[in-house]
Each structure stands twice: as C-alpha cells, then as structure tokens.
C-alpha cells in the first residue's frame, strides 16, 4: 500500500503562526473600546476649547499660539483615524469605514479613500520597491535610480542634499495630505457613494475651517495663523512616520519573504516607554504594528516584550532604537541615496528564505 504524499513547511513559514498563537492566547486582540472613548473624548475637548479660545481671543499674536497647539492635536487626531482605519476600534468593517472618514477627511483634513489605496499595500510589502507606495520617490528620493535625476539644478542639488535637508522638508507633510486629497477627490479616484461622503467632508474641514481664520483674523495674521498651523502638524505627523521604514533593508521587485520576516526586517521600534506611545500615537511601535495590524494601540506595548522575545530566540533580527538614533539613520540613508542613486541597505535575507 503507497504511503501518502507528505510535504514539509520550511520551518520559518511556520514561525508567524506560532507567534500568532501566543499572542491571541494572551488576549492582545481584543478591542479596548473604553481607551479609545477616552481619547476620541479628550481630542474633541481640546479641539472645542482651542476653536473657542480662538473665537473669543480676536485680533492677536497670541494665536500663533494656538494655530501651534492646533497643529497637535490635528496630528493626534491622525493617530486616532490611522487606528480606526485598522479596525483596532471596531470589529465591523463599515463602521471603521464610516468613522475612519470622519475622522480622517472631516478633522484631519485628508482623504481616507486615497490614504487607503496606498497605505494597504505597504502593509502587504513594506519598503518593497515597486510595490510599497510610500518608498517612490518624490520630494525625497527613497529608492535610488528613477525620479533621482531632476530636470533642474536646484532640484538635484535638493536630492544630492536631501538628507541634511530632511528636517526642513517635514513641515510640507500636511499641506501635501491636503492637496492629494483634494486631487484624489476631483479625479474621482474613490466610488460615488464613497466621494459623496469624502468631499462635503473634505470641504467642510479644508474650506470651513479656512473661512473661519480669515472671519477672526485680519489676512496677513490669517495666513500665518494657517501657516504656523500647517507646519507643526506637518513636521510632527512626518517626524512619527519617517523613522518606521526609512533606512531600514528594502527587499528587491522579485524578493520572497514569508510574513514574518518581511514585516520585522523592514520595520524599526523607537524607544521611549509611555511618553513615546503618546507622543507618537503608537507609530513607535511599527513592528508590532506591522505584525498585528488590527490589534489595539493601547496593547502594542504589551505584544513588544513577546515580539523580542520571539525574534531573539529564533535569529530574527528586531530593530530597535532610540528616537535620535532613528533620525540619524533616515539622514544617513536619504543622504547616501542622493549621492550614490542606490539604497543605503539591501535585504540579503530574502534570498537565503526564498523557497526554493
């Protein structure tokens, strides 16, 4: 009588399925619904008293104060639509949906349609050339050859110069999220009935919240105001996400990791304990993330100590780092690409796990 066929999985396929056990058997999965009333409750309280304190203050150099303050609490709001875009609030994909939109277009003032075609596949393959949207280059030249040669002079000398010129670039990050959402928008990138959502959204935030600076304030105060206020929550939104891939290996078109692997390889961690949590809305812990993407921000810092763990015992390199330790990374990295036109670090390990 034959013997059946058998087949052996490569012991590091098997590897995340294990991890996942552990993790779901410590209940990091479930949903802290509690936390994230509380934070959504707390923004709401600091957007009302800003805007109010805005209303009543007039004609006064201390708003510059607080279109600063608004710019946080802007980022931090972000955070809250990143989390519920991931369903780490709701089971339910249409409230996620729903609320993410809220959140998002209505007081972040981008676009969560857009945001989502191209944040889904860079979860899929992050740092991965010509699949990942968030490694093409752009203003900063992440990926070597391609948009790396400029048609001007000033624009090769910015990216020979990108790096030292990073922490200048930052405060765009939020202008920009709000012209690629009013693009995505007109080019009707979204469905519909997803459009007919996004854009009163979009306009109530974008248009309504600019008609109320220019009511308040004379115009030279007003364009400032908007100024001081696009600038902190662009460098503070772009300052939490550069250090989570930039620098880290970026896998060749035809690489092939398993899951495991080709989200811890190319993530990195920042140090900090509970303030950086907060500070970064949980982005610090990217591996994590990255792993368990549903899984509540609140639990991240409870998976990270299993996460190490695990990686340790079984040769996975786990990056982690502190925040300036990070930055001078991301400046190393942006800097030798714009000189060199090739990224600073190759993964090597996708072609020893490759199968074969």
Sequence with gaps: MDQPHST??????????????????????RRRHGAYIVRAAILLGFLGLLLTAHIRLGDSWWQLGLAAALGIVF??????????????????????ERVGRLVINGLVGASYGWWQSRHRPHHVNPNKVGTDPDV??????????GERVRRTALGRRTTRHQGSLFFALLPLTMLKLHVDAVAATAR???????????????????????????????????????????AVSGFYLGAC??????????????????????????????????????????LNRQIEHHLFPAMPGPHLRLAAPVVRAFCERHAVPYAETGLFMAYGSVV????????????????????TLRPT
């Design 188 to 230: 009707r990138a979204s469905p519909p009935s997803h459009r007919s959502i996004e854009a009163p959204l979009l306009a109530l935030r974008l248009a309504g919240f600019g008609i109320l600076v220019f009511t308040m304030l004379p115009p030279l105060k007003a364009l400032l105001f908007l100024a001081v206020e696009l």
């Design 136 to 145: 093409r280059d752009g203003i900063l030249v992440n990926t070597g050859p």
């Design 75 to 96: 980022t931090q709001c972000a955070f809250l639509g990143h989390d519920v875009a991931h369903r780490q609030v709701f089971a339910s994909t249409a409230w996620s």
């Design 8 to 29: 052996s999985i490569p012991r590091h396929q098997t590897l995340y399925a294990e991890l996942l056990r552990d993790i779901q058997r410590r209940g990091l999965h």
């Design 241 to 282: 996400f550069a250090p989570n891939h930039i620098g880290m290996p970026m896998p060749a078109v035809n690489a092939s990791l398993d899951f495991l692997h080709r989200q811890v390889l190319m993530s990195r961690n920042v140090r900090g304990g509970r303030f950086m949590d907060l500070a970064m809305g949980g």
């Design 332 to 351: 190393r990295h942006l800097n030798h690409v714009g000189f060199r036109g090739t990224p600073r670090y190759v993964c090597h390990a996708a072609a």
